[in-house]
């Protein structure tokens, strides 16, 4: 079976601003260097349909669709100092869930092997009611909840590994023991939340685990995260389906964060979540894009992504590699803080 890759020209649409780091050139980026070294036409690639406003109330209040449709409608404007609305934010953010949602139906129904979409605006931060952090729709946690109600899965395990800790999609399932969240992120850093304290409640008591990481973290520490927490959740949870949250932005020089991992980092983390979904779920793994604002760093890392996940070999340039650093004091403490409360 193929890979799959979802992207629509729509998300370049989404409009906001010379100077916003969230800008139109991350996905160009992309594209450009998936069609230069001929990965776009291995990939079965396809122009992903927009969610309907059924799919969006899964998880999200009838008040913040009617605020991003009608402050589209209306030319656009700010919803927070970071989240822009501009005349096509509403169509593109609709595209960007149905990306999420297609990639994950395809996988699950066997019409695909596993699956990258490339969704913009991101969406992680977006909580049920709110839009914030460039993000003004949660399209993995739509993608993830969708499965669910459709039948297709009963587990999902969202693995997430952008800077920032996904406020959004650990609020959508935060009482409930169906999806499993994992994130692994800078702490402490915006949006402030991700806490070693945060596991869930009611129900979903212990199917959160945070991963909150000092400045300065790079390769060998990103590495033990996924042997001793990301791969020991997942294997003990046996999810039906594994969705990445894929935020680049933990890359050395990107300018949003202080993070010290290499593209060839976050390859060797995706090789083992990769190899967990073939041991648990069947192969079954969608890469979602979330933040990162490298342009190199974009390309290559999906580049890199792409080539795991069609089973070939990653190629040794896209590496990117850190310059010498020394891990930060605080890592040890901090990963086994997580094993224990996760009771790895």
Do not use: K
């Not at 396809?46 to 899964?58: F, K, N, Q, S, Y």
């Not at 100092?81 to 996988?107: N, Q």
Request: a negative charge.
């Amino acid at each position: 079976m193929a890979t799959g890759l979802a992207y629509h020209p729509v998300f370049l649409e989404h409009q906001t601003g010379r100077q916003h780091p969230e800008c139109p050139d991350r996905l160009s980026a992309i594209v450009q260097y998936l069609g230069a070294s001929s990965l776009w036409t291995r990939l079965a690639t396809w122009e992903p349909g927009p969610v309907d406003e059924a799919t969006l109330r899964l998880l999200h209040t009838q008040s913040l669709i009617d605020q991003v449709r009608e402050l589209a409608a209306h030319g656009g404007g700010w919803i927070d100092p970071d989240t822009v609305v501009s005349p096509r934010s509403f169509e593109a953010a609709v595209h960007a869930a149905g990306a999420v949602v297609e990639a994950t139906t395809r996988t699950l129904t066997g019409q695909l092997a596993n699956a990258i979409a490339l969704p913009r605006p991101p969406g992680h931060h977006a909580t049920p009611s709110r839009a914030m952090g460039f993000c003004l729709f949660n399209n993995v946690a739509l993608a993830a909840e969708r499965a669910i109600r459709a039948g297709l899965a009963r587990r999902v395990y969202v693995v997430d590994l952008d800077v920032h800790h996904g406020n959004g999609t650990q609020d959508c399932f935060y009482d409930r023991a169906d999806v499993l969240y994992c994130s692994v992120h800078q702490y402490p850093f915006y949006p402030g939340s991700g806490g070693l304290h945060e596991r869930g409640t009611g129900p979903g008591l212990g199917y959160t685990a945070n991963v909150p990481l000092p400045f300065g973290s790079g390769d060998p520490t990103y590495a033990r995260v996924a042997r001793e927490v990301i791969v020991p959740l997942g294997e003990r949870f046996a999810p039906d389906l594994v969705l990445v949250s894929l935020g680049l932005d933990a890359f050395w020089d990107d300018p949003l964060a202080g993070m010290a991992l290499s593209v060839a980092g976050y390859t060797a983390v995706l090789r083992q979540v990769l190899d967990l979904a073939a041991r648990v779920c069947g192969g079954r793994l969608v890469v979602a894009l979330e933040g990162g604002y490298n342009l190199r760093a974009l390309a290559f890392g999906i580049a890199s992504a792409a080539h795991l996940l069609l089973g070939e070999p990653v190629p040794p340039h896209l590496a990117l590699p850190a310059p010498p650093l020394q891990e930060p004091a605080g890592v040890d403490r901090a990963i086994e803080e997580a094993c224990r409360l996760a009771g790895l």
